[in-house]
């Protein structure tokens, strides 16, 4: 069983302003609310290819390090990372979309298969844990945002 979640929010700017914001990864912590740091490794900044070390909260771990690669940058519009860790490759997609207003963004994460205990723990704590911290790291990038726009 895969274990994903879908999260959506509209923002009250422009795709182009809402791409600044998700399109460079150096961003990011600016709307994560937890300690969040990314750096470049490999690579032009902010394009496919280029890969990127982070080291952030999840679950039972505020130090947590990953390896995420760009898969797919279209800007203003579409935006794909794997970040890998122990467990596997975790795929986060962010889709920005036109709406009256404004931008719906859309974002998914896609869990690996998960082994062991994670099988068991993962699809009970990223209810209960992990959702209700994306949905508030997507309140804060409305909130960063719209206050820059």
């Known amino acids: 069983m895969t274990t994903q979640g879908d999260f959506t929010i509209t923002i009250n700017a422009s795709p182009e302003t809402v791409w600044k914001w998700v399109g460079d990864l150096s961003t990011h912590d600016k709307w994560s609310p937890h300690d969040y740091r990314v750096e470049c490794v490999a690579g032009e900044p902010n ?77 009970v704590a990223f209810p209960l844990l992990g959702k209700p911290d994306i949905r508030k790291r997507m309140a804060m990038l409305k909130a960063a945002v719209e206050t820059s726009a």
């Open 47 to 123: 394009t496919v290819g280029s890969t990127y070390r982070s080291v952030g909260w999840v679950p039972g771990d505020k130090s947590h390090k990953n390896e995420v690669e760009i898969t797919e940058a279209v800007p203003n519009e579409r935006l794909v990372l794997r970040a890998h860790d122990d467990q596997g490759d975790f795929t986060n997609t962010f889709t920005l979309t036109p709406v009256p207003g404004g931008t719906q963004v859309d974002y998914r994460i896609v869990f690996p298969a998960m082994t062991g205990m994670s099988a068991v723990l993962v699809p």
